[in-house]
């Protein structure tokens, strides 16, 4: 798929970005302008230093844009405050990391429980849905496992189903399987896949590997805080 779907409801909407850093300045995203469709995978590829990280931090409003705008489901993230930009990543936003940032004295399941604890207040219903997510990644049998007796790619898996915990309508993964070997990788982005098309997310993920960009709907190449072509 070479371009967004516009028979699609709009995702994210991102228009005339910029951000530069000091000293420099640096600029890390020039005047850069991008649609997602909702439902649609999304790779952005390109080399280390073109603003890929940066603008996926942008869309996760944890960096604040110097120009420009950006909506996500029809909400304009430029315009939130502190708070609302906490509530925004506590309830819509799902979150995969290359090194996975899993609570290591927490075990699996309780890993998976971390982001409903300000969410979910009844301690049942927050287990059965932790415990079903990680059947769902199926690590179901390494439920009360800490993460530093998992292999790289269980711990992804427990990532993952910890980026579900709260039924985001976006998840956003920065180099999910960066640290993972090619075979591992791939069952993780097919894993990611699958849960696109079983819970109706929307998924962008920020990668160098060709083999990523050919599982995606889409692929977005950038280039010097542009997108390339």
Do not use: W
Not at 22 to 50: H, K, N, Q, R, T
Not at 97 to 105: A, I, K, M, V, W
Not at 219 to 226: K, P, V
């Amino acid at each position: 798929m070479n371009s967004a779907d516009t028979s699609r409801d709009t995702a994210v909407r991102v228009r005339n970005l910029r951000r530069t850093f000091e000293p420099g300045p640096v600029v890390a995203l020039d005047d850069l302008s991008l649609d997602v469709a909702a439902g649609e995978f999304v790779a952005i590829c390109g080399p280390s230093g073109c603003g890929k990280s940066t603008l996926l931090n942008m869309i996760t409003c944890i960096d604040r844009p110097d120009g420009g705008t950006i909506d996500v489901f029809g909400r304009s993230l430029t315009r939130m405050n502190g708070a609302e930009a906490d509530a925004y990543r506590a309830n819509d936003v799902g979150l995969v990391f290359q090194l996975h940032n899993l609570l290591p004295h927490l075990t699996a399941i309780e890993n998976v429980q971390v982001p409903m604890l300000g969410i979910a207040s009844d301690r049942a219903e927050r287990v059965r849905r932790a415990e079903e997510l990680l059947d769902r990644v199926g690590m179901s049998h390494r439920l009360h496992s800490l993460p530093t007796t998992l292999s790289g790619g269980e711990r992804q898996r427990v990532a993952v189903a910890r980026a579900m915990a709260n039924k985001p309508r976006l998840i956003l993964a920065d180099e999910p399987t960066g640290a993972l070997d090619s075979i591992t990788g791939e069952r993780l982005l097919g894993l990611l896949v699958d849960l696109r098309d079983t819970m109706q997310v929307t998924l962008i993920v920020v990668t160098h590997e060709q083999g990523v960009a050919m599982m995606a709907d889409r692929t977005i190449r950038m280039l010097d805080g542009r997108i390339d072509g």
